[in-house]
């Protein structure tokens, strides 16, 4: 599949080194304003659906993956996480997942 593709695309890249490569997943963003109220049951299920499988296959061939989407969902209630277009992570947002990110990298490449 395409996601397998592009794991071994990116580990290439990475000079063959698998923990040079980190997987981050999808943010909910079925909490933002922009999904219907109708469709975020659905989307968030998806938006599960689609992060389990790419964590499987991420965990399989043995790269790091970071979620993101759990803290992603507290954008239903903390506006401050919601860019103003209603669709977007805000920078604080964004900030939060650097420093997931970070904390990840720093921890496997010491």
């Known amino acids: 599949n395409n996601f397998t ?3 071994n695309k990116s580990v290439a890249l990475a000079g063959n080194r698998k923990e040079r490569v980190f997987v981050v997943s999808i943010p909910d963003y079925s909490v933002t ?3 219907s109220q109708s469709n975020k049951a659905q989307v968030s299920k998806e938006v599960d659906w689609f992060n389990a499988i790419n964590k499987q296959a991420t965990l399989s061939y043995g790269i790091v993956y970071i979620d993101i989407t759990t803290g992603s969902r ?7 996480l919601i860019a103003n277009d209603g ?3 805000s ?3 964004y900030k939060k997942w650097a420093d997931a990110l970070f904390v990840k990298m720093r921890e496997v490449l010491k």
């Open 5 to 7: 593709q592009l794991l």
């Open 33 to 35: 304003p922009f999904v």
């Open 74 to 80: 507290e954008g239903a209630t903390n506006a401050a």
């Open 87 to 89: 669709l977007h992570p």
């Open 91 to 93: 920078g604080l947002e």
